[in-house]
């Protein structure tokens, strides 16, 4: 088998997974944050673990960078500047702007987490330096990319002011939770999942690529189920939360 079917057969099965995954989510909301309970094995740190499940994700990104023969394009080294600008902050800026030390992770969900963000950065990398197919300079020109990469910068923005937003509720050493206010949290109660959601659909058009259809899939996967989770715990959980509000799409989800 060469290596373009090898991968096509990955991402299906990838895909079948994250399909899977989204449907036993909306039963069994993933055990961190507010909805962190017992019985899901050992713990680690909040920091550590969060730093370890999301920077493996560049690091295995740059090495096929590396390995690849594409360090010559323009377009592989943006892509990869991309990643970085995601994950470089996710896992090394975002867990320390908490003012509080964060509830332990399960060490069972740090490794799923990694090995789904394995999973995304080995086939994006494979594809994107190796076997998918080279995007010269015409390609810079084309609407797929300006729209895409508009989204996922567009997305990015969002994802990080809602989460900042979340991060300033709390007084340094808080640990509760409360209602936020203000943006797009009139009308949904998780604007940072529907950035994060943008954001890689922005990076599937930008690079026309099917794993970047899979890692958009898998990420709405994982987040839709979470921002309905998370909507009901805050309806749930405080009596004046605002009626109109919805979970993650403004008058529809
Ligand atoms: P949450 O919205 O659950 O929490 C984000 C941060 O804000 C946490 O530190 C949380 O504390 C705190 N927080 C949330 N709500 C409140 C509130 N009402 N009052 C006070 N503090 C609050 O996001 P996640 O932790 O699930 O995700 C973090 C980031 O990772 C997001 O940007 C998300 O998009 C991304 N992500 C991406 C995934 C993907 O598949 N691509 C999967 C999962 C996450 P605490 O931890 O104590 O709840």
């Known amino acids: 088998m060469d290596d373009s079917r090898l991968l096509q057969l990955l991402l299906g099965i990838h895909a079948v997974v994250g399909l899977l995954t989204a449907g036993l989510l909306l039963r069994v909301s993933a055990p961190y944050g507010r909805h962190a309970r017992e019985g899901w094995g050992p ?18 990104m740059t090495a096929l960078f590396v390995m690849g023969d594409r360090q010559d394009n323009g377009f592989a080294w943006l892509v990869l500047a991309l990643w970085w600008l995601h994950y470089g902050h996710r896992a090394f800026v975002q867990a320390w702007q908490r003012r509080d030390r964060g509830t332990p992770i399960p060490l069972s969900v740090v490794a799923m987490a990694l ?22 300079a015409a390609w810079l020109a084309d609407p797929r990319f300006g729209i895409g990469l508009a989204l996922f910068l ?82 749930g959980t405080f009596d004046d939360y605002p009626p109109s509000r919805r979970a993650l799409l403004p008058g529809l989800l």
């Not at 713990?43 to 295995?60: C, D, Y």
């Not at 994006?124 to 076997?131: E, I, K, R």
């Not at 058009?205 to 979470?226: C, D, E, I, K």
Request: hydrophobic residues 50%.
């Open 43 to 60: 713990q680690v740190p909040f920091a550590i673990g969060w730093a370890a499940m999301e920077g493996l994700s560049p690091v295995l």
């Open 115 to 136: 090995l789904f963000n394995a999973v995304n950065a080995c086939t994006n990398g494979w594809y994107l330096f190796d076997v998918g197919p080279v995007r010269g």
């Open 154 to 235: 567009v997305g990015m923005g969002v994802n990080r002011w809602a989460d900042r937003v979340l991060l300033s509720l709390r007084s340094p050493g808080e640990s509760g939770y409360k209602v936020p206010h203000g943006g797009l949290y009139r009308w949904i109660s998780c604007p940072n999942y529907l950035g994060e959601i943008v954001e890689w659909i922005g990076f599937a058009v930008m690079t026309w690529s099917p794993p970047g259809v899979v890692f958009a899939l898998w990420t709405a996967a994982n987040l839709v189920p979470r921002a309905l989770s998370h909507h009901a715990w805050y309806r």
